[in-house]
């Protein structure tokens, strides 16, 4: 799993521009009840807002009505501070990143004119185009000279979403929307295509909304989370955080599904929580004197450094004593993680190596200190509490619907953002 | 035959380039109309349907009568040939371009709006060169039916082939009928022929590399 989206760092600066979609209605003729239904949406600027939901459920239709690919029957909708609801929606849509499933590329263009298509309508000249064209084929880490010239279907899926994913964002558009874009890949790409859509999130910084139906994905890559069921009707607006420690009704438990605490896991990293001390002896020196720094110490364990500082055997009290000096002969099986590792990572190496701790280790492997199954305990512990604690944040309702927010949490605007930083 | 062809040839090569020449001009005209009535209707089911209705009771008209019937308005000459071969030139490539058109995956005209194509650079950028193996298709069927038909227009003085036809099937039995309409018949066979040979090159040189098969 990737980093959580709230504790990544900002790099970039904030390209995007916040959405607002007020009180936005769509009513299908023929159809008694409306498919999105007075849905008042604040999408912050340079966000991940996922949404969810069963299928049907009206979040692919309040998607494409912030591009007005769908046109909404009642509402505005707000861009940055200009009320767009009324401009030529093709105008608006050149503003609008958009990536569908499979990239949606035409099959009749090469790649450079897929991802040249918006510029040449901005009237961008020749040199200008190309040079964009190169740049973005980088920043989806695809070689341009191998890719430019080729058609999509000399591609691999992931590589046409990657393309896709480029002609969207070839006019440096504010907004990304994206309509379950990792939907038809294999697990393993898909999860390479999450893994560098944050990464360029990173780099670029714009507001984007996506669409899926995978919670997975919403809270690996979510900055906030919108939980929809039938009509649009938001059910939850929060972090993957609280979503997760605080379901706010039973259907969001169903919607999350099993194992909400272990995907509370993947949300946090072994470098973000207390390590604990332990005793650190360096290959070569004699067995007598390890024993009597872990008695000093009152541990029952040593771990053995080799000259690099990296951890070669982790020794217990009753192995020490058969030893006369210490070698840096690796110890096989050894359970060690990096600090880049989620909790999910270090608990599994816990429990494949049954020793009911790891030992951590940061850049060039160097040891930085140990986990245990109760740091582990303790961290999830404190994220539901601070998770349960932070609230406020953008607002999401339906025009006729109670506050979707748990009552019995305080109202603290802004203080689940102050936390998002100080991890 | 080799007597009949000797002495003919100037007249023979005149009326292959006639007809050859008509039936071109009446597959261009024919394109550009089934195109644009692809373009009016291809988005409606319904209308589509009409489309398509009306194409198949128009290939059951006797060509032969509808020539006959177009004297009146048009009279006598290429008028009347190059209105019946056009009407059929028409039927098979609008029946294919509907059919192109309509097959498009629509994920890719969404993801064109979704770009800010305005709704006739989507046709003319994406929709119509994705569609156009398949127009092309119906533009081949077309040429092999009207080169047939245009023989038929001979029967209102029309230009091409067909006269060598008309007129040795009118004194069949005497000298050189049964050449004349051989000449007529292989002539038109052999135009035929070439002609498909010439839309193929030209598939070739139109369709988009990135949806050839």
Not at chain 1, 20 to 36: E, F, I, W
Not at chain 1, 85 to 112: C, K, N, W
Not at chain 2, 86 to 94: D, E, K, R, W
């Amino acid at each position: 799993m990737s980093e959580s989206a709230v504790s990544r760092p900002s790099t970039g600066t904030i390209s995007g521009k916040s959405i607002v979609l007020d009180n936005v209605t769509k009513q299908y003729p023929g159809q008694s009840s409306p498919a999105v239904d007075g849905v008042t949406l604040e999408i912050p600027a340079g966000k991940i807002v996922m949404l969810v939901g069963p299928s049907g459920c009206g979040k692919t239709t309040t998607l494409k009505m912030i591009n007005r690919l769908i046109e909404p029957t009642k509402g505005r909708i707000v861009l940055g501070d200009e009320d767009v609801t009324s401009i030529g929606g093709d105008e608006l849509r050149r503003r609008i990143g958009y990536v569908i499933q499979a990239g949606g590329l035409f099959p009749h263009m090469t790649v450079a004119a897929n991802i040249a298509i918006v510029p040449k309508m901005l009237g961008w000249d020749k040199g200008r185009i190309a040079a964009r064209v190169d740049e973005l084929l980088e920043l989806v880490s695809l070689d341009p000279a191998q890719y430019r010239d080729r058609f999509p279907k000399e591609l691999s899926g992931g590589q046409q979403q990657r393309v896709g994913v480029a002609r969207a964002l070839a006019a440096d558009p504010p907004v990304l929307l994206m309509d379950e874009p990792f939907g038809a890949v294999d697990p393993i790409t898909r999860q390479r295509l999450q893994d560098e859509l944050l990464s360029i999130q990173e780099e670029v910084q714009k507001t984007i909304v996506i669409v899926t139906h995978d919670f997975d994905e919403a809270v690996k890559l979510g900055d906030w989370i919108v939980v929809f069921t039938e009509g649009a009707r938001i059910v939850q607006y929060d972090t993957p955080e609280r979503i997760l420690a605080e379901p706010a009704n039973a259907f969001v438990e169903n919607f999350i599904g099993s194992g909400a605490g272990l995907k509370q896991l993947t949300l946090r990293r072994v470098g973000e929580v207390t390590l604990a001390d332990a005793v650190t002896v360096h290959a070569g020196e004699a067995a007598a004197s390890a024993i009597e720094k872990m008695e000093r110490a009152d541990h029952n364990h040593v771990v053995v450094l080799d000259d690099r500082e990296r951890p070669v055997q982790w020794l217990s009290r009753r192995q020490l004593a058969r030893l006369d000096t210490l070698t840096d002969v690796p110890e096989d099986k050894l359970p060690v993680v990096g600090q880049g590792a989620t909790l999910n990572d270090a608990l599994d190496t816990m429990l494949v190596s049954s020793a009911g701790a790891a030992l951590v280790t940061g850049r060039r492997d160097v040891f930085l200190g140990v986990i245990t199954v109760e740091t582990v305990m303790d961290a999830i512990t404190a994220a539901r509490a601070s998770a349960a604690a932070s609230i406020g944040g953008p607002v999401g309702t339906n025009s006729d619907a109670i506050p979707t927010v748990a009552p019995d949490a305080p109202t603290s605007a802004g203080s689940s953002m102050s936390q998002a930083h100080d991890d | 035959m080799a007597d009949f062809l000797g002495s003919r040839f100037d007249q023979i090569a005149f009326a292959s380039w006639q007809h050859l020449s008509l039936v071109v001009q009446c597959l261009l005209l024919a394109t550009a109309i089934a195109i644009a009535v692809a373009a009016v209707v291809y988005r409606s089911r319904p209308l589509s349907s009409v489309a398509n209705t009306v194409t198949a009771i128009g290939l059951t008209i006797p060509a032969f009568a509808l020539v006959g019937l177009l004297v009146a308005p048009f009279g006598f000459g290429v008028p009347p040939a190059l209105a019946v071969v056009t009407f059929f030139a028409i039927l098979p490539i609008l029946r294919n371009a509907i059919v192109g058109l309509t097959g498009i995956n629509q994920s890719v005209v969404e993801s064109a709006r979704g770009l800010g194509m305005s709704r006739s650079s989507i046709f003319l950028r994406v929709e119509l060169p994705l569609a156009w193996p398949v127009i092309l298709g119906g533009i081949r069927v077309s040429a092999q039916m009207v080169m047939g038909i245009a023989a038929i227009a001979a029967y209102v003085l029309g230009p091409g082939l067909g006269g060598f036809i008309f007129s040795g099937l009118s004194r069949l039995g005497g000298a050189n009928s049964l050449e004349s309409v051989l000449t007529g018949v292989i002539g038109v066979v052999v135009l035929a022929l070439l002609l498909d040979l010439l839309l193929v090159g030209l598939g070739r040189l139109t369709t988009p590399r990135g949806i050839r098969v």
